[in-house]
Each structure stands twice: as C-alpha cells, then as structure tokens.
C-alpha cells in the first residue's frame, strides 16, 4: 500500500487544512495511510489526546490519518518526525533525550529535512541507534528532487531513505510515497513497518532507488533545475517592477 509520510494539518500553528481535507484529498489518488507529524510547538499532553481522538475521527474507509509528532530541537534547528506514541513528550527538548524517551515508549523516529538550517551538518552520529529512517527527499525543503546531503548521510549511516511531502498547503502535495509490505493500514503495523524497513520510497508510483540502493534521479534532477530556473527568473522580474 501507498503512504504518505510527513504532513501538517490544522492542528500545526502553520497548517492549512483540516484533517478531514488531508484524508479525502489523499484517499482519492489512492493513498492508504498519512501519516501526521503536527509541529510539537503549542502541543502539550492534554491536547495530544484530543488530536489522537481527531486523527481517527477523520479517518475514512479509504485513507486513514495516523497521528504523529514532528518533535524540534531547542534551537528549532533539528527535527524529528515520530510515530507511535500514545501520549506527548515535550517541546523543544535536546535531540537525544527526545530520541531515547520515543524509542523507550515503542515509538519510531526519522531524521527530517536534512537540508533546512543545514541540519546535516549537525547530525551526530549517537542519534543512528534510536533512528529508522533519513528524510532523503523533502518536497518543501529540497524541492522537486532529492537531497545530495541527505544521500551522503545516508550513506554515511546506513539507515533507510525515506521520501516526504512535508505537507502544509496544496503546493506541497507531490507523488512522493513509501510502499509499505503490510496487509492494513493500521497504526500498529504502519509503526513496525518503520522500525523494520518493510517499505521502500517512490515517485509517481516508481520505486526510487535501485537494486544497488542508488537513487534514480536524473529526471527529477533536469525538472529541479528547470523549477529553480524558473524562481529565479521571477523573482529577478518582481525586483525590477
């Protein structure tokens, strides 16, 4: 089954839709599972609980919606996308202490965007026992290709690459999904599948990285640079009006 990690509703100071809207819209392109990670900026536990009751009340036959947390470090520098808990840690808490306290309570974390703030260039390599995955193509971060610092952490670490739209607004919303080797989509197993690699990252449906483990992307290469031609020639054309 298809499903897409990382994205932002309501229940995030800086999303745009509601929950509802998330499992519609993905529903109908097939997308069994989303799964949330809502910044932990303004969570606190109560709160948590009542965006877990909402996640399954925004649930469909079609799409399930799995509630997660997008946990950041003090600095807002590192973030860490995590499933699986049944209650909120905190905000803005050192990287390691917020590592060790998700993988204690059954939880799972990835290393997200590893581009913003240069956060690979912070990475330390004691997080790689209590992580099950690198973000290694951010829709909103890296753009309509993959992150050459993310694929050397990646290498460098031998954890999993995972693909992520980072979804806040329409714009975000991309054929980046992971193929996950389960029968349902229940929270459970979606959780387990992390932790064991059961699934593989995609673009439009493809698998994105090859039998050797290289990513395919001299396609999604030319169309980044086509994207970031076209930005800046925009942007060169607002300045001068």
Not at 114 to 136: H, K, N, T, Y
Not at 187 to 193: G, K, M, P, Q, R
Request: glycine share 8%; net charge neutral.
């Amino acid at each position: 089954m298809r499903v897409v990690l990382h994205a932002h509703s309501t229940w995030s100071y800086d999303g745009s839709w509601t929950l509802d809207q998330i499992a519609r819209f993905y529903g109908r392109f097939g997308v069994r599972a989303v799964m949330m990670t809502e910044h932990d900026t303004g969570f606190d536990p109560a709160t948590f609980g009542a965006y877990r009751a909402a996640c399954g009340a925004a649930s469909t036959p079609a799409c399930k919606i799995i509630p997660g947390i997008e946990y950041s470090s003090p600095d807002n520098d590192i973030h860490m996308l995590t499933w699986g808990l049944d209650h909120f840690l905190a905000e803005h808490r050192p990287v390691l202490e917020t590592l060790e306290k998700v993988q204690a309570a059954g939880g799972v974390a990835i290393f997200a965007h590893p581009i913003r703030r240069a956060a690979w260039a912070q990475f330390d390599p004691a997080w790689v026992p209590f992580l099950s995955g690198i973000e290694l193509w951010n829709r909103k971060s890296d753009g309509i290709s993959i992150g050459r610092e993310a694929l050397k952490l990646i290498s460098d670490t031998g954890l999993p690459a995972t693909v992520g739209q980072d979804f806040h607004i329409l714009r975000h919303a991309y054929p980046l999904t992971m193929k996950f080797d389960i029968a349902s989509a229940e929270e459970s197993l979606l959780v387990d599948a992390i932790r064991g690699n059961a699934m593989r990252p995609q673009a439009f449906r493809r698998d994105l990285l090859g039998s050797d483990g290289a990513p395919r992307v001299a396609v999604h290469d030319q169309l980044e640079s086509l994207r970031r031609a076209v930005r800046d020639l925009r942007n060169r054309l607002r300045s001068r009006s």
